[in-house]
């Protein structure tokens, strides 16, 4: 898988986390640490063992910002994934997206450029 650790999956839906969680595993890839929330998105990544993130923008009324905060932090790369129509802050303008509903190729595209060993 790369890095050394395991893909961290914050999303809110319960379909689309099975669905991208399937998919990860489809390509040959661990199934993901799923969180559906802030809190436990922040608890994941102090946790460590994270080698890189899918992170959904909106995650219930709150946006993801702290979480992309911490793992660009903790030099975690992630990609925000959202359906569109998210204003992203500055401090994270340059981070790749996944625009939802987004196919097994662009998955697998995305999961290959975090991975890998010279991306930050």
């Not at 509903?101 to 595209?109: G, H, K, M, V």
Request: with cysteine.
């Amino acid at each position: 898988m790369g890095k050394g650790g395991a893909i961290l999956l914050v999303e809110d839906d319960a379909m689309i986390a099975l669905l991208v969680a399937d998919q990860c595993e489809a390509l040959g890839y661990a199934e993901p640490v799923h969180v559906d929330t802030i809190a436990a998105a922040l608890d994941a990544v102090a946790a460590g063992g994270i080698a890189a993130a899918l992170v959904d923008v909106h995650l219930g009324e709150d946006a993801c910002w702290p979480v992309a905060d911490a793992l660009a932090a903790a030099a975690i790369p992630f990609t925000l994934m959202t359906g569109g129509g998210s204003a992203v802050p500055p401090a994270h303008a340059g981070r790749p997206v996944l625009v939802k509903p987004f196919r097994i190729a662009q998955l697998d595209s995305m999961l290959k450029l975090l991975l890998a060993p010279n991306h930050k």
